[in-house]
């Protein structure tokens, strides 16, 4: 179970939280942004996600901060493979994506913690979240950038595919508005890039042994196109720099590989990490 964990990029919280059976910690954004207070999300192979609050401790003490369960999730019926909060211009919000094929959307407000639940959303399970920046890429440039936060993530299933939800003020939901097509077994991961300088940027991980990296253009928004990384190993995890412009691939074969864009548009290998 340790080494599944491991391999799957999870950290387990037996000495943090003694009394919790079974929980496991994912690594993409267990934290909530320090705004939001000193905020921990956990999730379990029995479908629950709780939330922690850390305790402070006297100044004058030595002693580590303590954790309190401050809310429970029992909405999904398997295993909740991974979770993800959303950038902290959109509120309070966390993603939740199970094997029982359904995304599941907390959200923190007015003192109280409510949802919304998208089911069949992988019809074999969903695997991996991943939130978009707030911002639409190339706002920063833009003569006219538009207002509020977008609300939108990606998500990677066992169906082979990754999907782009929106969320709707008028149905008051998340709608899928895009459907990627291209690997031919699990995703395992996807990693929407924080960069909002030109283009956008969605990596995913694949069972094919294989790494797509996806772009949009914001002239053209809908039109997603991908280019694909191979490997001899399946690939488990990716993860962007905090700039955006290096992703991290882990694989099966114990090895970390960094990769950047060229000038050209060509992804090029600069780093290669061994156990």
Same mark, same amino acid.
């Given at each position: 179970? /340790?080494?599944?964990?491991?391999?799957? !990029?999870?950290?387990?919280?037996?000495?943090?939280?003694?009394?919790?059976?079974?929980?496991?910690?994912?690594? =993409?954004?267990?934290? $909530? #942004?320090? *705004?939001?207070?000193?905020?921990? $999300?956990?999730?379990?192979?029995?479908?629950?996600? &709780?939330? +922690?609050?850390?305790?402070?401790?006297?100044?004058?003490?030595?002693?580590?901060?303590?954790?309190? *369960?401050?809310?429970?999730?029992?909405?999904?019926?398997?295993?909740?493979?991974?979770?993800?909060?959303?950038?902290?211009?959109?509120?309070?919000? &966390?993603?939740?994506?199970?094997?029982? !094929?359904?995304?599941?959307? &907390?959200?923190?407000?007015?003192?109280?913690? !409510?949802?919304?639940?998208?089911? !069949? /959303? #992988?019809?074999?399970?969903?695997?991996?979240?991943?939130?978009?920046?707030?911002?639409?890429?190339?706002?920063?440039? %833009?003569?006219?950038?538009?207002?509020?936060?977008?609300?939108?993530? =990606?998500?990677?299933?066992?169906?082979?595919?990754?999907?782009? +939800?929106?969320?709707?003020?008028?149905? *008051?939901?998340?709608?899928?508005?895009?459907?990627?097509?291209?690997?031919?077994?699990?995703?395992?991961?996807?990693?929407?890039?924080?960069?909002?300088?030109? *283009?956008?940027?969605?990596?995913? /991980? %694949?069972?094919?042994?294989?790494?797509?990296?996806?772009?949009?253009?914001?002239?053209?928004? $809908?039109?997603?196109?991908?280019?694909?990384?191979?490997?001899? /190993?399946?690939?488990?995890?990716? %993860?962007?720099?905090?700039?955006?412009?290096?992703?991290?691939?882990?694989?099966?074969?114990?090895?970390?590989?960094? +990769?950047?864009?060229?000038? $050209?548009?060509? +992804?090029?290998? =600069?780093?290669?990490?061994?156990?």
């Amino acid at each position: 179970m /340790a080494q599944y964990g491991a391999l799957h !990029g999870y950290s387990f919280l037996s000495d943090l939280f003694p009394t919790c059976q079974n929980i496991l910690l994912t690594l =993409v954004h267990p934290q $909530a #942004h320090p *705004k939001f207070g000193t905020i921990l $999300a956990s999730s379990s192979y029995d479908g629950r996600v &709780l939330i +922690w609050r850390a305790t402070p401790t006297s100044s004058a003490s030595n002693a580590p901060s303590t954790f309190q *369960k401050v809310f429970e999730s029992t909405l999904h019926t398997a295993s909740v493979n991974l979770l993800s909060w959303a950038p902290h211009e959109c509120g309070c919000l &966390l993603a939740c994506a199970s094997s029982d !094929g359904s995304i599941s959307v &907390l959200e923190f407000q007015d003192g109280s913690w !409510g949802h919304v639940i998208l089911n !069949g /959303a #992988h019809g074999l399970g969903v695997n991996s979240v991943s939130w978009a920046p707030s911002a639409r890429p190339g706002s920063l440039v %833009s003569a006219n950038p538009e207002k509020g936060a977008m609300r939108r993530f =990606v998500s990677g299933g066992s169906d082979c595919l990754l999907k782009i +939800w929106d969320w709707s003020p008028e149905a *008051k939901t998340y709608l899928p508005t895009l459907t990627l097509p291209g690997h031919t077994d699990w995703v395992r991961d996807v990693s929407w890039s924080p960069t909002i300088l030109s *283009k956008s940027y969605i990596a995913s /991980a %694949s069972q094919d042994k294989t790494v797509r990296i996806w772009t949009s253009d914001p002239s053209n928004p $809908a039109d997603w196109k991908s280019v694909t990384l191979n490997f001899e /190993a399946v690939t488990w995890r990716v %993860s962007w720099s905090l700039s955006g412009n290096v992703l991290a691939v882990s694989g099966g074969d114990n090895k970390v590989s960094l +990769w950047k864009e060229s000038l $050209a548009g060509v +992804w090029d290998c =600069v780093k290669w990490i061994e156990e």
